[in-house]
């Protein structure tokens, strides 16, 4: 059965399951934002993963990524191949939520309620222009801590000690995933979310597709016309479509 339902005391949601991954349907962003962010201002405690074809794919060829996966509270569309999967399945509008956007509109929600957020991941300077970035937006940033920390430890006190309850880390899958499953063991009254590469978007170091490009779902032709060594990620899209086609997705 492809469909389900995701249930606990803070969430209903329908998903739809793509190879073996249950995927979450938010009608939009601002359906996702209040429910990580309620208008009480209490946060959804738990962990969220963006999902795209790419990783579907690793899904099924790699178990441990699989779990990995799996173990998220929230799955969510971030590929436009995942979301025109779940609308066929679902017979309904499905809307794509791109991870970087999301985290954004996050923030900016955060400073609106005041929610204390803390920031790891990225390189030192990138992570440092984060920091201030996000202080010049009003966000209530009580941490912020490069990639490149030694003592994981440490690093897990600082979070608790913070009062945090938003944490977003920016090391690369399933690096970061793996890193936020200890992390909210230690401290699990707190939302996670692996956020990639968006801090050096989100500081202007890497620049993103045009808008056009963006509205069309062409991020990843811009993406690939930028760095043409992408071309091997990019032909596994082929191959998910053809799953999908013979019913193995």
């Keep these: 059965m492809s469909e389900s339902v995701i249930n606990n005391e803070a969430i209903n949601l329908e998903t739809v399951k793509i190879g073996p991954v249950q995927v979450a349907a938010f009608n939009d962003m601002q359906h996702m934002l209040e429910l990580v962010i309620k208008p009480d201002a209490t946060v959804f405690a738990g962990s969220a993963i963006a999902i795209n074809p790419e990783k579907i794919l690793t899904a099924m060829q790699n178990p441990e ?15 436009i191949g995942v979301v025109k999967v779940m609308r066929k399945r679902l017979g309904k509008q499905v809307q794509r939520i791109p991870g970087c956007e999301f985290w954004q509109q996050l923030m900016l929600r955060a400073a609106q309620y005041q929610v204390p957020v803390f920031i790891v991941g990225a390189k030192p300077e990138v992570n440092q222009q984060t920091a201030t970035k996000l ?3 009003q966000v209530n940033l009580v941490g912020a801590v490069d990639g490149y920390f030694k003592d994981e430890a440490a690093l897990t006190a600082s979070i608790k000690q913070s009062g945090a309850k938003i944490v977003s880390v920016a090391m690369g899958s399933p690096k970061q995933e793996l890193l936020i499953q200890r992390l909210a063991k230690a401290h699990p009254d707190c939302f996670y979310m692996g956020v990639g590469g968006t801090y050096d978007v989100f500081t202007g170091n890497v620049k993103r597709a045009p808008a056009l490009w963006c509205k069309l779902n062409l991020e990843w032709a811009y993406r690939l016309l930028l760095q043409p060594s992408r071309i091997g990620r990019q032909l596994g899209l082929l191959r998910y479509i053809w799953w999908y086609w013979r019913g193995k997705i």
Excluded: F
């Design 65 to 79: 990524i699989e779990a990995v996966i799996n173990q998220a509270d929230l799955r969510y569309a971030d590929g």
């Design 135 to 137: 202080k010049q937006q």
